[in-house]
C-alpha cells in the first residue's frame, strides 16, 4: 500500500482541518487529487469509496488527499459564521496551501453529490486547480432528455398496463409526481447559465473535467447528450468528458460497481497525465473523451 | 482532538485521541469500538460526540478504525472479527500509554459491541458499555446481507467476508456471556435485557433513549446525533468513575 500521512491543515479560523494523505510511492507529476466531503459524510466517503480511491490513485503514481471541510467528520466548525456552501471555498484553498509544502503544484478537486458542487466552486477561484471530477454534479433537464423519455415509456409495455391500471383507478392529488433532484436532498441548484459559465470560464483556462453521472439523476438525464444539450452552449475546448453510469447508485453501494467507478477515474486521470503506471492499474475499463 | 497512526508499521491503524480537557485528570480512559459497514459511517459523527463529551469532562477517549476499515490500512475484504479483536487490544495498549490512565472502559456500538466483549476476556476493563449489541449475529446479517444466492456478500455496500460471516454468525457465546468487567452498561431494547440482565443481574439496562433511529440511511444524511443516548453514557462513566458531570 502507499504511504499515507495525516494532514493538519492550518485554516484562517481557531482549528485545523483534519485529512489523510495518500502518497504514491512515485510520483508522476506535482499534482495531487483533493477529494471532498460527499454530503455530511466523512473523509472515507460513502461506503469507504474515497478511501479505496484515494489508494488507487496512488498506486497509479497520483497522490490523493481525502479532508473533511469545516464542521464536517473530525474538522472543528468554522467561526466565521459563512455558511457551509460558502466556507468549503476557503477550506479547499488551505488545503491546496497545505499540499504546496508537500511539493505540489497542482490539484484536481473531486468530490460527490455536494462534494462536486464545493470542487466546482473552488476550481473558479483557484488556478492551481487544473483538473475537476463530479460525481452527480448539478443536472438539468432538456428537450432532448424529455423525447428520449417519451420514447422509452412509448416502448414500456409495463408502463402501458400501468396507466390502463390508473385509469380505471382513483386519481392521487395532484403533485404526488412531481419529485425533483432538488426535493430529494434539499440540493440548490444554480440557474443553468450560471453552472454553464463557471465551466466555459474553467474549459478556457484549460482545466481538465471529468462529470458522471449515476442512475439518481435518470428524471433529467439518461445519457451523455442530455448533457451536452444542456450546456450546448459552452465552448468545452475538448477538456470535459461526460459518462453515465447508469448501473450505479448515487453513491456506488454496489461493491463491483464501486470498483468499475474507481477504475474509471483512474484511467482518466493516468492517462491525462499520462502516468506511466497507468496500464497497471488492474482490470482497467477504457474511458473515452 | 488529534489524528494519529498507531499499530504495526506495515498495516497501520488510525486512531482519534481526546485528551482530558480538566485539569483534575481522570484516571479512566475510555476506548471506542466502532460498529460495521455503513453503520460505522453513521455512527462516527456520535462517537465523535461523545468523545469529545467525555473528554469534557476529564475521560480520555480514543476513537480508531478497525483494519480494513475507516481510514486505517487494509481493504474491506480483508477484515476479520479476530483481528478487530486483536486491534482493540492495541489501542488500548496505545490509550494507556498516551493518557496514563489505570482503569479501561470499552463501549462498543452495534457489532463493535461484539468485539469489545471478545476483547474484555484479554483486556478485564473496569467498565463495558454495549450500546444496541447484537443478540444474534445470524438475525443480524439477515438484516444486513443485500443481494441473492450465488452473489458475493455484501452488506451496506461494503463486502461481507466468509470468515467475518462465519464467525459473526458463530459468535463465541463464552466471550459473549462472561463479561469481565466490574461495571455494565447496556442501551438496548427488552431482549436485550433479558440477554444480558439475566445472565448477569448486575448489568445496568436501558432501553434506547432516543426518539429515532440513528443507524438508518435518513439519520447518515442529517446533522442529528443520538444525543440522549450519548448523555446517558457519559453520565454513567462519571459515575464510575467516582464524580458527577
Known amino acids: ?289 | 482532538m488529534r489524528l494519529f497512526h498507531f499499530g504495526k508499521s506495515d498495516a497501520p491503524l488510525v486512531g482519534a485521541f481526546h485528551p482530558a480537557h480538566q485539569t483534575v485528570r481522570s484516571s479512566h480512559g475510555v476506548l471506542l469500538c466502532a460498529p460495521f459497514g455503513d453503520e460505522a459511517i453513521r455512527a462516527h459523527r456520535p462517537m465523535r460526540r461523545l468523545a469529545d463529551q467525555l473528554a469534557l469532562i476529564g475521560v480520555p477517549t480514543l476513537r480508531f478504525d478497525y483494519f480494513g476499515t475507516g481510514d486505517s490500512s487494509g481493504g474491506c475484504e480483508e477484515v476479520t472479527l479476530d483481528r478487530w479483536v486483536e486491534d482493540v487490544e492495541v489501542a488500548a495498549k496505545t490509550l494507556s500509554e498516551m493518557a496514563d490512565i489505570e482503569q479501561l472502559v470499552l463501549i462498543g456500538v452495534r457489532l463493535g459491541a461484539t468485539v469489545a466483549c471478545k476483547a474484555s476476556a484479554a483486556l478485564s476493563p473496569y467498565g463495558l458499555v454495549l450500546w444496541e449489541p447484537l443478540l444474534s449475529g445470524s438475525d443480524y446479517w439477515a438484516e444486513a446481507l443485500e443481494g441473492g444466492p450465488g452473489q458475493h456478500r455484501q452488506a451496506g455496500g461494503f463486502p461481507v467476508p466468509d470468515i467475518l460471516y462465519q464467525e459473526v454468525a458463530t459468535p463465541d457465546r463464552q466471550a459473549m456471556d462472561t463479561l469481565p468487567a466490574q461495571k455494565l452498561l447496556v442501551i438496548g431494547d427488552e431482549a436485550a435485557k433479558a440477554h444480558y440482565v439475566d445472565a448477569a443481574p448486575h448489568v445496568i439496562w436501558a432501553p434506547p433513549p432516543d426518539s429515532f433511529e440513528w443507524t438508518t440511511d435518513d439519520a447518515m444524511n442529517s446533522f442529528r446525533v443520538p444525543a440522549r443516548s450519548i448523555d446517558l453514557i457519559v453520565d454513567m462513566v462519571a459515575t464510575w468513575r467516582g464524580g458527577g458531570v
Open chain 1, 1 to 289: 500500500m502507499s504511504p499515507e500521512r495525516i494532514l493538519e491543515i492550518p485554516t484562517q479560523h481557531d482549528g485545523a482541518l483534519w485529512g489523510v494523505l495518500s502518497d504514491a510511492a512515485d510520483r508522476c507529476a506535482d499534482h495531487c487529487v483533493v477529494l471532498i466531503n460527499a454530503g455530511i459524510v466523512h473523509r472515507v466517503g460513502p461506503h469507504r469509496l474515497y478511501v479505496s480511491l484515494a489508494r488507487a490513485l496512488a498506486g497509479a503514481g497520483i497522490p490523493a488527499a481525502r479532508i473533511d471541510l469545516s464542521g464536517l467528520g473530525d474538522s472543528p466548525v468554522a467561526r466565521a459564521g459563512l455558511g457551509h456552501e460558502v466556507q468549503g471555498v476557503p477550506d479547499i484553498r488551505a488545503t491546496i496551501d497545505a499540499l504546496q509544502a508537500e511539493g505540489i503544484k497542482t490539484v484536481t478537486l473531486a468530490g460527490l453529490c455536494s462534494g462536486a458542487d464545493h470542487a466546482f466552486r473552488a476550481a473558479q477561484v483557484d488556478e492551481r486547480v487544473t483538473g475537476l471530477i463530479q460525481l452527480d454534479p448539478y443536472a438539468y433537464d432538456s428537450l432532448r432528455a424529455r423525447v428520449d423519455r417519451l420514447a422509452a415509456k412509448a416502448t414500456d409495455p409495463g408502463r402501458w398496463r400501468r396507466a390502463l391500471t390508473r385509469l380505471t383507478a382513483t386519481p392521487e392529488p395532484e403533485g404526488g409526481d412531481s419529485l425533483t433532484l432538488t426535493d430529494r436532498f434539499g440540493r440548490p441548484h444554480p440557474p443553468r447559465q450560471e453552472v454553464a459559465a463557471g465551466y466555459g470560464q474553467l474549459a478556457y483556462r484549460g482545466v481538465q473535467m471529468l462529470a458522471l453521472y449515476s442512475r439518481f439523476v435518470r428524471e433529467v438525464m439518461t445519457a451523455p447528450r442530455h448533457f451536452w444539450d444542456v450546456f450546448g452552449d459552452v465552448d468545452w475546448q475538448g477538456c470535459m468528458m461526460v459518462e453515465v453510469n447508469s448501473h450505479a447508485d448515487h453513491t456506488y453501494t454496489e461493491y463491483q460497481g464501486r470498483l468499475l467507478l474507481i477504475q474509471q477515474i483512474v484511467n482518466w486521470h493516468a492517462d491525462w497525465l499520462k502516468c506511466r503506471d497507468a496500464a497497471k492499474v488492474p482490470h482497467a475499463v477504457g474511458g473515452r473523451r
